[in-house]
């Protein structure tokens, strides 16, 4: 049986935060919260792994799309990263950053559930 | 006390934040996810909204003294409120960051200062609605619990 899903959650603005936090323990998913997208820079630098990235756009030091092209260019190119902003006009830079799709705000709970059944087969088909 | 009274009257009371278009269907999203494990869930986002949202339109009203004609400073402080509003469905709310936004984009101040207006007054309505709302639930106690003789 493959272990929980991993999941990072960059996001600084604590309604949203609280918001996905409970839907992200729906799924009973082990949850790391950054407040910006350093913190999540500097937890992939100490090489903490995720299956799934949730990312905010606009927070203080630095923004989510920063923070996703630093994580790719190190090399983690198998983390799912899910973009996330309530502007719908930020969708062509998180994608150029390099997430995997942007979902506007408020995320829904069923669509995170889809993805997170994605990393999930995925992480049962890698086991075989 | 008659507990299903108090809680058909919370029903009531939250039919009517919809009807109003005060809350949209996000709020049930948040509903939704309250729980055994979280009893108070949406009460306490709730909390946290409003003392968040408190900050912004503060930290805004400074701005808008501060700095002049600084649309995009201004801005960005109405996404974040924006933002949170989506988050937990404050409609009417939502709608008048937008057209502050909306102003911003044209370079308005009037436009600028009078949605803040109405967006506190929402940001007040919603509250003192809200508050309301929660003290009649707290009364009616939870929902599983068995309807007690009327007093």
Same mark, same amino acid.
């Given at each position: 049986m493959a272990s929980p899903v991993k999941v990072l959650l960059v996001e600084d603005t604590r309604v949203d935060a609280l918001v996905l936090l409970a839907m992200l323990r729906r799924f009973h998913c082990e949850i790391i919260i950054a407040n910006n997208g350093k913190e999540a820079v500097d937890l992939f630098l100490e090489g903490k792994k995720f299956d799934f990235v949730l990312c905010d756009n606009e927070?203080?030091?630095?923004t989510g799309p920063e923070a996703v092209e630093k994580i790719r260019a190190m090399?983690?190119?198998d983390v799912k990263i899910i973009g996330i902003s309530s /502007? /719908?006009?930020v969708r062509e830079v998180f994608m150029t950053a390099g997430v995997d799709v942007f979902i506007p705000k408020p995320l829904k709970i069923d669509v995170l559930g889809a993805m997170i059944q994605e990393v999930i087969n995925k992480k049962n088909n890698a086991m075989f | 006390m008659d507990y299903s009274n108090l809680r058909r009257q919370a029903a009531s009371m939250k039919k009517g934040l919809f009807d109003q278009g005060l809350l949209d269907e996000q709020f049930r999203q948040v509903e939704d996810?309250?729980?055994?494990?979280?009893?108070n869930f949406v009460e306490e986002v709730v909390a946290v909204f409003f003392k968040d949202s408190c900050r912004l339109i503060s930290n805004l009203e400074q701005a808008l003294e501060k700095y002049p004609r600084d649309f995009n400073r201004w801005d960005a402080y109405m996404q974040q409120l924006k933002g949170s509003c989506s988050s937990i469905g404050a409609s009417r709310m939502k709608n008048e960051c937008m057209l502050f936004r909306d102003n911003c984009g044209k370079g308005n101040v009037e436009g600028c200062m009078g949605c803040l207006q109405k967006l506190k007054r929402e940001h007040a309505i919603l509250r003192q609605k809200l508050e309301s709302y929660f003290q009649l639930l707290r009364q009616a106690g939870?929902?599983?619990a068995a309807t007690r003789p009327v007093m």
């Open positions: 927070m203080p030091i630095m090399g983690e190119t /502007n /719908n006009n | 996810l309250q729980d055994e494990a979280s009893p939870p929902a599983g």
